[in-house]
């Protein structure tokens, strides 16, 4: 039974807080666009400015100055010469030409005026059917004729989603998928005939039934979303170092390394000893089936650390402090009876266990199995050990070994 407690420690350290990505600069900043200046001259205008019509010249007067006040009959009393034709129509007309074309001039100007500056390079002009609507841009990128519909697309709203928080280490002792695992079943288990009387055989015995549970567990820890990988074991007779507590004093598992260490030694002292007894029989099965059950318990704790029960409870119980440290520990312990109960149970018949002996004496170690035998309420007391191994062995289902929604009162 495991007595020294390898998965204790502080929780790791958690990662700090996500500060969000790099803040981003600012957009690349684009001069203003080129300044176009104004079109290219190409000469004085082909009309000449006109400067206002010519004076016209009369010439001479015609003739003597008239005699007298009058211009009648003269005093002579001859009769007035004849009338000239008068050059009025020859004057007046040259002057109504020029007028008219000022006139005309002065319109054209008044017309011209409002066109464009561009008189000077005349375009070729092209008869087409296509009309834009639009002025071009001077950055010749095409423009769209206004009648044109505008298509617009719809937006998608794109849901990210969100990553559900991991579960807590409450929430991993107390609603760990092994528990909906069902029953366990059987792998016609067989005890080994080995006995523990050498180091060889006891490391024989140890071997046949670790077989049997990395045949049993492996189903129901991939129904729990977990991947199975068989424990390792070592069987010491003497001093061994291990990477959780130094020495190994007794039987115990090791998270660290995946390794349940057997205490052959003490298996083999207790073998000789019962050889002495009268009842030697009973002394063996009893030997017998602690060796089996304690292989089992300890195989109990690596399924706990391969579901995440082992570390989620070890990180409660670094939390607290006195009793309820110690109830934590009870609770992990008490678990791993009632699971390694589970695989008894499911191969009871192969395995001899329906009655008789070696099931009695079974029985018999449970009700004996307590903290009163030691210095330290950490495994649980004689008076609840022998429930949760019954639950398991009956139910062979590690649904009855929820240690961790129990009264306080069944883990005492």
């Known amino acids: 039974m495991s007595n020294q407690p390898p998965y204790g420690g502080p929780p790791p350290q958690a990662r700090p807080p996500y500060q969000g990505p790099p803040p981003q600069g600012p957009s690349p900043q684009y001069g203003p666009a080129p300044q176009y200046g104004p079109p290219p001259q190409y000469g004085p205008s082909p009309q000449q400015q006109y400067a206002g019509p010519p004076t016209p010249y009369w010439g001479p007067p015609q003739g003597p100055p008239p005699q007298g006040p009058g211009f009648g009959w003269g005093s002579d009393g001859f009769p007035p010469p004849p009338r000239k034709k008068s050059k009025a129509p020859f004057i007046v007309l040259p002057i109504v030409v020029v007028v008219a074309g000022v006139a005309a001039l002065l319109m054209w100007r ?55 928080p991991p579960p807590s280490d409450l929430d991993i002792v107390t609603k760990n998928r092994i528990y909906k695992t069902g029953v366990q079943r059987t792998v016609n288990c067989r005890e080994s005939s080995a006995r523990a009387n050498s180091p060889a055989n006891a490391r024989k015995y140890y071997t046949q039934i670790l077989s049997c549970l990395n045949r049993a567990w492996p189903r129901q820890v991939a129904l729990s979303g977990k991947t199975f990988a068989p424990p390792r074991m070592i069987a010491f007779t003497g001093p061994v170092s291990t990477p959780c507590s130094g020495n190994a004093p007794s039987s115990f598992y090791c998270s660290a390394n995946r390794t349940i260490y057997m205490d052959a030694t003490t298996d083999l002292k207790r073998y000789r000893q019962f050889l002495g007894y009268g009842n030697r029989s009973t002394a063996m099965a009893f030997l017998r089936a602690d060796m089996s059950d304690t292989m089992a318990h300890e195989y109990g704790h690596h399924l706990q650390h391969l579901t995440g029960i082992l570390r989620a409870s070890s990180n409660i119980q670094y939390e607290r402090s006195g009793d309820a440290a110690l109830q934590m520990s009870r609770r992990l ?53 022998p429930r949760w191994a019954a639950a398991g062995f009956k139910t062979r289902s590690p649904a009855s070994c929820n240690t961790y929604l129990a009264a306080a009162t069944y883990v005492r």
């Open 333 to 385: 312990e008490l678990q791993a009876t009632c699971l390694g109960g589970v695989f008894l149970g499911a191969n009871k018949s192969s395995y001899g266990l329906n009655g008789g002996l070696f099931k009695s004496q079974l029985d018999w170690l449970h009700a004996h199995q307590g903290d009163e035998y030691g210095t330290r309420r950490d495994h649980g007391s004689r008076a609840v050990v």
């Open 110 to 164: 008044q017309v011209s005026s409002g066109r464009d500056d561009d008189y000077t390079s005349p375009q070729p002009t092209y008869t087409s059917t296509y009309e834009p609507t639009a002025e071009p841009t001077e950055t010749g990128a095409p423009t769209i004729p206004a009648t044109r519909p505008t298509r617009t697309r719809p937006t998608a709203t794109r849901t990210t989603p969100t990553t559900p």
